[in-house]
């Protein structure tokens, strides 16, 4: 899907009658009794004072359609009441997964713009099918710790519809995770400010009027290129050392900016060890890193950098697939086992 897409997406979902069945879910449709109203008992003037102090006075610039309206509310609310965020005002991006936002920040942050990732509603979302990326990783809740209630783990196992929204919220809590590990290792990510059930807050790349240019879209001299991939080779090398692989790392998912570079993108991170597909995703990062820069002019060998990189890590290059992973089922998996016997 492309941006308009996206955009023709939320207006449909804006006209279409689910959208008010969604945003009058709970609600009781007001019925003329001819009686006064009922007052407010204590606890709902409490809830009512605090509503009117905080989310319902979160307006935005961005004009948004109606269903995007009710989703950015939905998902940027809590932001907003923590004053991480004081105004929606542009939309970046609209994506497959998520779309990004540009944002005023709050009086809690010390920054001239700040991005907000919000990512589609679960039921909504075209899910990425997560399941290579998820092997040996631990899922993760809203607040970012590990999951391990029994509960919460079978709901998961069982694909119930409670655990895909534990697995939908596990994707965004890997993502933030990761760029906060990865900030404080100093590897080129934008700075991570806040998490929440369905979006991250993190420093905006760019200036008023201009959202930071993904490499991909950007011709540099031969110089500027060379400096950028020594760069980008680095963050690789910082971040194998921490233990992740981006696991969807090419020139899309790298923003330049006065001369700098800033990786985004980090739901799918992989962790070299636990994943039996480690070395495969690794070597695709790097293949694709390596595509974007011989397109500028440096000489860089895909196959040699990722083997280097990953044996300088003490990791293995693994030329058989442990069986276990492999699916009997799946004639390519049978092929591949009958060839390693
Ligand atoms: N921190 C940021 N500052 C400015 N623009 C951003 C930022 N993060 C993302 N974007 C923009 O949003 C787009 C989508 O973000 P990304 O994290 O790559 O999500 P997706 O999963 O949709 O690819 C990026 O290509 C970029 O144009
Ligand atoms: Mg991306």
């Not at 990004?100 to 990512?119: I, N, R």
């Not at 807050?201 to 009027?209: H, W």
Request: aromatic share 10%.
């Amino acid at each position: 899907m492309n941006t308009n897409d996206t955009i023709d997406f939320f207006d449909e979902l804006d006209n279409d009658e689910q959208t008010d069945k969604v945003l009058n879910a709970g609600k009781r449709p007001p019925r003329n009794t001819g009686k006064h109203p009922k007052k407010l008992s204590m606890s709902d003037r409490k809830f009512v004072h605090q509503q009117d102090d905080s989310r319902s006075n979160f307006k935005f610039t961005y004009k948004a359609a109606r269903f995007e309206e009710w989703w950015l509310l939905d998902s940027l609310g809590s932001f907003y009441e923590h004053k991480w965020i004081a105004d929606v005002l542009k939309r970046v991006k609209g994506g497959k997964e998520a779309s990004v936002y540009q944002c005023q920040p709050g009086a809690e942050v010390d920054a001239s713009f700040v991005a907000a990732k919000v990512y589609r509603p679960r039921s909504l979302r075209n899910l990425k099918n997560d399941a290579e990326y998820r092997v040996g990783r631990i899922d993760l809740g809203e607040d970012g710790n590990a999951l391990v209630k029994k509960a919460e783990v079978h709901a998961i196992a069982k694909r119930t519809s409670y655990g895909e929204e534990l697995r939908h919220q596990s994707w965004i809590a890997h993502e933030f995770k990761t760029m906060e590990a990865l900030y404080m290792a100093g590897v080129d990510v934008p700075k991570p400010y806040a998490m929440e059930k369905n979006a991250i807050l993190m420093e905006f790349v760019g200036d008023i009027g201009t959202a930071a240019p993904s490499l991909n879209s950007v011709a540099l001299d031969l110089d500027e290129a060379t400096a950028l991939y020594e760069r980008t080779v680095r963050n690789i090398d910082i971040m194998l050392t921490h233990n992740r692989i981006h696991g969807d790392l090419s020139a899309y998912n790298i923003l330049y900016w006065e001369g700098d570079i800033k990786l985004i993108d980090f739901p799918q991170v992989v962790l070299p060890e636990s994943n039996p597909s480690s070395w495969m995703i690794f070597q695709r990062d790097v293949t694709r890193v390596c595509q974007y820069f011989s397109t500028q002019g440096v000489a860089c060998n895909a196959k040699e950098l990722a083997a280097d990189l990953w044996t300088s890590h003490g990791h293995k290059i693994f030329k058989e697939v442990d069986p276990k992973f492999l699916d009997p089922e799946k004639p390519e998996d049978r092929r591949a086992w009958e060839k390693q016997k």
